[in-house]
């Protein structure tokens, strides 16, 4: 039922600007509201982007969400190795009248 | 702050029920949808349901449909997942998760999970 498309990898060095994608449609993305997790390994998904491109406390500003249309993006900037984890993309879709999460991106610091 | 526990996970043999619990403290349970999601070895996460703050409108992912069922006890601050004709694809860990806000939302706070095996 994963009808929101991540990329499966994204990497970069250490200070660079990493970009993951999410692409969904007018029922999911186009209308309502994107989320981002983060996944470190081992441990439950955290919450890192809510309603498109607001933090909750505590995440730090390198994390920024993004929306246009039916696709939605997570940046990283200031790339550090901590950073190295998988990411979701989750909205809710209108016609299914379900929750969807992409496939996740996995970030590897070069 | 905020606590999600889990419980009620173990090796199950296909076709049988199992009842997963999460304990929730920390915040009014009883205005607060609650979701669970679940992730099998190796795989990404997957929602399985979704129920509102008061029990009255529940939502199910398609590979889950007709054999769970979400519930909740206000009065006891719990949610529950009953799994039933379980399979051998429902191996995963189960987590439950807290709606970031009232009305509909998507998780913000998540358990850490409970693991569910199915196997012969």
């Known amino acids: 039922q994963s009808v929101l498309t991540q990329p499966p990898s994204a990497s970069g060095t250490p200070g660079q600007r990493v970009t993951i994608s999410c692409s969904g449609s007018?029922?999911?993305?186009?209308?309502?509201?994107v989320y981002w997790y983060q996944q470190l390994p081992g441990t439950a998904p955290k919450l890192l982007i809510y309603?498109?491109?607001q933090r909750p406390s505590g995440v730090p500003n390198r994390f920024s969400g993004s929306k246009s249309g039916t696709s939605a993006s997570l940046a990283i900037s200031g790339l550090r190795s901590e950073d190295e984890s998988d990411y979701y993309c989750?909205?809710?879709?209108?016609?299914?009248?379900?929750?969807?999460f992409g496939g996740g991106t996995k970030v590897t610091v070069l | 702050q905020v606590q999600l526990v889990e419980s009620g996970g173990g090796v199950v043999q296909p076709g049988r029920s199992l009842r997963l619990s999460c304990a929730a403290s920390?915040?009014?349970?009883?205005?607060?949808?609650m979701h669970w999601v679940r992730q099998g070895p190796g795989k990404g996460l997957e929602w399985v349901a979704s129920?509102?703050?008061?029990?009255?409108?529940?939502y199910y992912g398609d590979s889950v449909k007709g054999r769970f069922t979400i519930s909740r006890d206000n009065s006891k601050n719990t949610l529950y997942l009953r799994m039933n004709s379980l399979r051998v694809d429902d191996t995963a860990v189960y987590y439950c998760?807290?709606?970031?806000?009232?009305?509909?939302?998507?998780?913000?706070?998540w358990g850490q999970g409970t693991l569910v095996t199915v196997a012969s």
């Open positions: 309603r498109d491109n």
């Open positions: 989750v909205a809710w879709d209108d016609s299914l009248s379900v929750v969807l």
């Open positions: 007018s029922s999911n993305i186009g209308t309502n509201y």
């Open positions: 920390g915040f009014t349970f009883s205005s607060y949808g």
């Open positions: 129920v509102w703050f008061d029990g009255s409108y529940k």
């Open positions: 998760a807290k709606e970031r806000a009232r009305g509909g939302d998507l998780p913000e706070y």
